[in-house]
């Protein structure tokens, strides 16, 4: 009974503070008015859930998560963000975080999703919207060419921890100088030590509680 209280009130907390960034961006505010009607009927937890039993629980998210637009603003403050980055979103889910991407810094930002519920109604927010800068693919993220990503958003939390083996191998292949942020745990942790420096650690908020978020760049 404690859990779900706490868990309300945090759902509450967080819907607020996502508010408040809707309230400050027209741009954003009209995709947060289109995806309230997209998902109207559409539980995006249900959608992954049911989803995602198409496929083997090691290689795809095994959860379904949203991270807070006030988690992205501190992560993009600490990569020093701006409209000349590329960001990718892997995993992206409904796109809320590559629209705030593009609405907020301005960048492009690249959302990658295997569901094609997710893909299709944020093909159609982006249009209605008219938003540009932002492009959603229905693509595996481990297939996925980001040679031109300078920034990289991983919700670790949410993946299998052979499914973050992949990434960190697919990783190899990008250039140096880009920045990874990963929740709840470092890339080192799955990689050689030589292969990343860690730039920041801090503490960030999700509905189910409180982690580290681990800012890195990948060197040559």
């Known amino acids: 009974m404690k859990s779900a209280v706490a868990l309300l009130f945090r759902s509450i907390f967080e819907a607020l503070g996502n508010l408040t960034w809707y309230c400050r961006n027209w741009q954003l505010f009209k995709v947060g008015l289109l995806t309230l009607a997209h998902y109207f009927l559409l539980n995006p937890y249900r959608v992954c859930r049911e989803y995602m039993v198409y496929f083997s629980e090691n290689q795809v998210q095994k959860i379904y998560g949203e991270t807070a637009f006030a988690t992205l603003a501190t992560l993009s403050t600490l990569a020093g963000l701006s409209s000349k980055d590329t960001v990718y979103d892997l995993g992206c889910g409904r796109g809320l975080g590559v629209f705030?991407?593009?609405?907020?810094?301005?960048?492009?930002?690249?959302?990658?999703?295997l569901v094609p519920t997710f893909i299709?109604?944020?093909?159609?927010?982006?249009?209605?919207?008219?938003?540009?800068?932002?492009?959603?693919?229905?693509?595996?993220?481990?297939?996925?060419?980001l040679s031109d990503a300078t920034f990289i958003y991983l919700?670790?939390?949410a993946f299998s921890e052979h499914a973050v083996h992949r990434l960190v191998e697919q990783f190899r292949a990008l250039p140096a100088g880009v920045l990874i942020a990963s929740i709840s745990y470092p890339l080192s942790a799955y990689a050689q030590a030589h292969e990343y420096t860690l730039l920041?650690?801090?503490?960030?908020?999700?509905?189910?509680?409180?982690?580290?978020?681990?800012?890195?760049?990948?060197?040559?």
Request: overall charge positive; proline content about 0%; some cysteine.
């Open 155 to 157: 919700y670790g939390t």
């Open 100 to 113: 705030w991407w593009a609405s907020v810094i301005g960048c492009k930002s690249v959302g990658i999703d």
């Open 200 to 220: 920041h650690e801090v503490e960030v908020g999700f509905l189910w509680g409180k982690t580290t978020a681990y800012l890195q760049r990948k060197n040559g």
């Open 120 to 145: 299709r109604q944020a093909n159609a927010i982006k249009k209605q919207a008219g938003i540009q800068h932002v492009e959603f693919m229905h693509h595996s993220i481990f297939e996925t060419d």
